[in-house]
């Protein structure tokens, strides 16, 4: 199917795209149909490897139709949505198009979730079953008599390998897991028997049904269920492959993005998948293992948010390693700041690598990334260009009025992959989802930015993350990137403060580079250096130095944290 809803759009804003198609054909079908379509065609070639285990895609789906059926006989039924907590393991995998398969939908959280957060998410989807992590399973039986679940299906990580693994998995990383004490638990291996030679329906699903959701606005607002549909999936891994720049078909990727984040389920997962190449999936980062894995699997794509490649830049566990099997190398999640970008440039090409990192920008709203640096070409400080058939504009924040090339506002964006809104909050669909005079439905991100004249769009703020003081618009990231061209600083968060004359004062959260100790002289070489990129008025008042900065659970740095600590601290409600 042609998306053809902007194929006569007129506007100056028409992104830049050289070699890359301004429009794509996508599946009329679900996203079990089109993994399906790559199995028929190349059953043989790897789809998943796991620890030291490899599915082929017939393998695969065999797997994805043993939890259909698993799944039909628990009592699933067309449009229910079950909860999955899970890491990146194989079981995740089938249940996600097994589900889709069966026309029902999945819904992702984070398989370390708090009770509450486990709590909430069964409620605000309704979900009768769920799926999830050993370990997670005491956490389910808390809040059981809070929720509507019927159902909980224990997965193991060693489920799906061998025997002898199973049987030493109680004795090593399994020990010290409670056993559950509700009859309503069944283990996976049980789970699947009992699905037997269940009969299967014929696939169900269209393009504009929903295939998962996902959560988002956990750092910013209210944590809201975000509607993914097929075509949103399909496009999304369409999408991404063109603007990969090479062939992808049997080539690997280290899945180490989790797939409760769209980042990880949209592209180390789904594209990979819908595009015929082989998913490695990494069910925790843990950097030594992380490294170890790229040394023996040697993948062609990796993708990761700004603090795991810092991390991995800094370490020895990568030394003298061979990269030149990457053809891609991926950053989104959060800001890439310019130095680091320069670091990791740098750090791959000793390595052999002959790509350098491209930067991409997006959001759960449209599955992930909608943009990207393009193969051939980057601008320092622009996040990319948007994916074929997605649209970019910048709008005055509070009229909607689109503005000029290089003019800073809110960046909306439209195509294939926006969701059809959040699930059970009208208000918060109608606030994200606005039509505009031009007659199209644009997605309005929160964030600031801006577009040149070739369509390369420039990220700057969350809109809410902009500090006010003594009556200044202060953007933290401008700061952030200022700190951290300083030799000594590894990272930086900052974050704005009560003050009783400014109303809001700068502050500085930094992490220093190994060599390098807190102190006050130390913290003021640092400012002398930020002063020559930072306004006076926009100067950071003090520094605190960390040994880390907390991150959000797909590690991102988490100033909200920060925010709360310092209000806590001044006793701000």
Known sequence: MRFTEYENISAPWRPYYGDIPATLDYPEGSIYDAVRAVADRSPESVAISYMNKDWSYASLMDGIDAAARALIKMGVRVGERVLICLPNTPQAVFCLYALSRTGAVGSFIHPLSAEGEIEYSLNEIGARRAIALDQSIPKFEAVWKNTPLERVIRVTPVDEL??????AYPLTAGRGIPKPTDSRVTGWREFIKAGGNVPLPNPIGGANDDAVVLFSGGTTGTTKGVRLTNLNLNALAAQTVAMCGRDVHGKSMLAAMPMFHGF???VCVHTILFVGARSILVPRVILKEYAALIRRKRPNYIAGVPTLYEAMSRNPFLDGADLSCLEGVFSGGDSLPPELKKRLDRYLADHGASVRVREGYGLTECVTASCLTPITEEREGSIGIPFPDTYYKICDPKTCEELAAGEEGEICLTGPSVMPGYLGRDDETAAALRRHSDGHTWLHTGDLGSIDKDGFLY??????????????????SQIESALEKHPAVRLSCVIGVPDPYRMRRIKAFVTLNE???PSEKLGGEILDSCRKYVARYAMPREIEFRDELPTTLVGKVAYTVLEKEEADKNGEV
């Open 162 to 167: 061998n025997p002898i693994m199973r049987a």
């Open 515 to 517: 060599g390098y100790s």
């Open 264 to 266: 990880g389920l949209g």
């Open 459 to 476: 990220f700057k703020q969350r809109i809410k993350r902009v500090i006010i003081t003594s009556g200044y618009n202060v953007y933290p």
